[in-house]
Every structure is written in structure tokens, then in C-alpha cells.
């Protein structure tokens, strides 16, 4: 069991696992995360255009950045990032913290905008990822199934706590629902009268942005296309 803090914002800012590992979270004015500090490990620091992730140091060390284009949405940041990641670069010092290389990853997507797989710069499929329909993993291999953050609905998988962050709010794949309400506040349509319901249980269709009232392409979601659908269902 865990302990979860959090800020008058409702922002989580602290999680207290069972083995009293305790995992600090930062944000910036716009309530992006900006911080993640595994006890008193250096930080990862993260850098954004929008709210898609452009960078990740720890310390002062550059160790990834990322590269966007349009997302489902058919624009840059429409659909809050979901299927619009195009690269992953990592980054490595060489010796004495001078030169370095970078390698370059790609991913690939299922029609919902979930990372399927990632492949190297020859095409090689490094990573191959499935997943339940509310986002457990349920197949993860190769080399490097364990060195990318973004998976289901290309959100940002926290390794430490099981939890992805969608920006606004996180997200509980095992039970299906977000641990804090929605910061819009209630809904009184009787589709969403849960601020704690995931899309509406869509989530096989519908996809969400960023932690807001999501599905059936509300205020905070989206949803796919009868073309994809189709495609998807066979």
C-alpha cells in the first residue's frame, strides 16, 4: 500500500510506497510536471513545448529528447501528444563528460495511438508492447521493453509507481480510473458524472488528452474514427 500527498491543486506531489521509497513531484505554473526525485537520488527534469515533452535530464546531464509531429488530432498538440511521437533520442557522455553519441529510436502505434513498438535507426524492432484495453501492459519484450517511458495512449509511464501521466491528472491502469477528480469539477451529464471514471469506459474507442472530462470526443478526449474502427475490429 501507498501513501499519496497531495498539493491544494490537486496535484500529487508525493508518493510513499510500501518498502518507504518516496518519489517527490514538481510542476511549473501551468501544473506541468517539471520534477520526479526517487528520495534523495539526483532529479529528472523535464522540459516541454506545450505539454508535449521535449527533454529529460537528470541532474544537469541531457540524458533524452524527443521529437513530435501531429498527433490524431491531424495537429501538433490537438490531441494532447496521443500517436504524434515521431523520435526518441538518447543521449550518452563520453569519457571525462566530453563528446558523447546519440542514439535515435522510432515509434510504431496501433490505431488508438498507443506505442506498439519501437525500432532503431536500421529498422530493427527493439521493443514490442500490448496492452488491455484500459492500458495494462500485457506483453512487453525485447532489449529495450524497459528504457521508454511512452506506452499506452503515448503517455509517460512512471516505472516507480505504475502511474502514467496524461497532465492534468495521473492514471491508474490496474484499477481503470484516475486517483484524484477531474480539476474541471462535476459534470451533470448523466455520461459523466464520475470525476473519477476513465473516458467512460471507452477506452477501447475513445482516447484521452490531457486528464479532463475525456470520451466520445469531449472536452478533454477524443475519439477515433468508423474508418479505424473498422480497421481495428476486422
Not at 499519496?4 to 517527490?24: P, S
Not at 537520488?41 to 544537469?60: H, Q, V
Not at 517511458?149 to 492534468?168: I, N, Q, V
Not at 459534470?187 to 458524472?193: A, G, I, K, V
Amino acid at each position: 500500500m501507498s501513501i499519496e500527498v497531495w498539493d491544494a491543486e490537486n496535484r500529487l506531489v508525493a508518493i510513499t510506497r510500501a518498502d518507504n521509497t518516496t518519489i517527490w513531484y514538481g510542476y511549473d505554473y501551468l501544473s506541468r510536471r517539471i520534477s520526479k526525485q526517487l528520495n534523495s537520488d539526483p532529479a529528472t527534469l523535464f522540459i516541454y513545448k506545450g505539454w508535449n515533452l521535449c527533454a529529460e535530464y537528470t541532474g544537469t546531464t541531457l540524458k533524452k529528447t524527443y521529437t513530435w509531429g501531429m498527433d490524431l488530432s491531424g495537429s501538433m498538440q490537438g490531441a494532447g501528444g496521443v500517436g504524434g511521437l515521431l523520435r526518441v533520442t538518447e543521449h550518452s557522455e563520453g569519457s571525462g563528460g566530453s563528446g558523447g553519441s546519440t542514439s535515435h529510436y522510432y515509434p510504431a502505434y496501433n490505431g488508438n495511438g498507443d506505442v506498439s513498438e519501437y525500432l532503431d535507426t536500421s529498422g530493427n524492432v527493439v521493443t514490442h508492447y500490448q496492452y488491455d484495453p484500459f492500458g495494462n501492459t500485457t506483453v512487453a519484450n525485447g532489449s529495450k521493453k524497459d528504457d521508454f517511458a511512452h506506452r499506452f495512449s503515448t503517455k509517460y509511464l512512471d516505472e516507480e509507481t505504475g502511474l502514467y501521466y496524461y497532465g492534468y491528472r495521473y492514471y491508474d491502469p490496474v484499477t481503470g480510473r484516475w486517483p484524484s477528480r477531474d480539476p474541471l469539477g462535476e459534470s451533470w451529464d448523466t455520461d459523466e458524472f464520475n470525476e473519477y471514471c476513465f473516458i467512460n469506459n471507452y477506452s477501447y474507442w475513445d482516447y484521452d488528452i490531457l486528464g479532463l472530462k475525456g470520451g466520445k470526443g469531449g472536452k478533454g478526449g477524443g475519439k477515433l474514427s468508423d474508418e479505424a474502427k473498422g480497421r481495428l475490429s476486422g
